[in-house]
């Protein structure tokens, strides 16, 4: 049980365990790991709601395939066709077992004259078949989908620590804590470019690893610190998604943080000689006066970088 962002206690996860016997090839070692076997009710939820969906596109993408009649519409005319049309959809939308799908043909009779010219009672006559498929009403499986649904949200976990060291309930938030981990490893590849290395020498690499590694520590407790102020004070901070301006945050990232200071410019005016005599910062917004501040920085120490005259 773990309770939510209302205080109320709900149940987090479930789950069991087992134990196997691990070993290395021709007997050479053995080791028992424990196998803890999890079910996440809101990842089973999550992946239901997409099982609908999926489910629900399919169905609409299969009634297209064969329209009604009218001008412009395609139809398709050969069962083989068919079948391979309904076959691709069904495996892009990972509906196979799931969604049974029947068709009807349909066949259209209509009478000509052979040849050019008006008709009459002797003229030879040719009957023209027009054939099209049509898919009937589509059924959803309803018991393979209660079986998959059944399966929905678990996930095992591989571990070779003793029930002391690590109960069951310690060993599911251990491994959901992976993502925190995983996020360092991921903003050294994405957000400091730590690949490729473009140096040779072993002292260069370890030099600049450390470096890259300061970086991310710096991001790091950017975020931590910010989001520990907001939860103290159990507020939100607006404005750090430009795609949604009435969207509020308690938990903003690193990169947000910083490109919420991305309209920040000094401009620097040097006379004749090359000596600054001006200098001029962009004014800072109410967010980002209030980011600093909750970073323990303060707007005076940004304010330093301005010095209003040098020279005369």
Known sequence: MRPNERGQEGLAAEGYECERTCGAPVGEAEWSARVVVVRSPLHANQQAAGLATRLRHAETTLAALTPPRGRGKRHIT?????????????TAH?????????WDKQVEQKTQYVGRGRGSVSREKRVIQNIRYHITPIARQQDKSAALSQRLGWKAFVTNAGHKRLSLQHAVLCYRNDYRVERIFNRLKSR???????VKLNEHIEGLTYLLTLGVRVLTVTECVLRRSLENDQARLPGLHPENKQKMTDKPTAERILQAFADVSLTIIKNAAGEEILRRLTPLSGLQEDILQRLGLGASLYRQLEIQEMGN
């Not at 050969?78 to 069904?90: C, N, P, R």
């Open 94 to 102: 990972r509906g196979d077992g799931l969604l049974s799908v029947t």
């Open 78 to 90: 050969d069962e083989a066709t068919l079948v391979e049309a309904i076959a691709l959809v069904l």
């Open 192 to 198: 400091v470019h730590i690949a490729p290395l473009f």
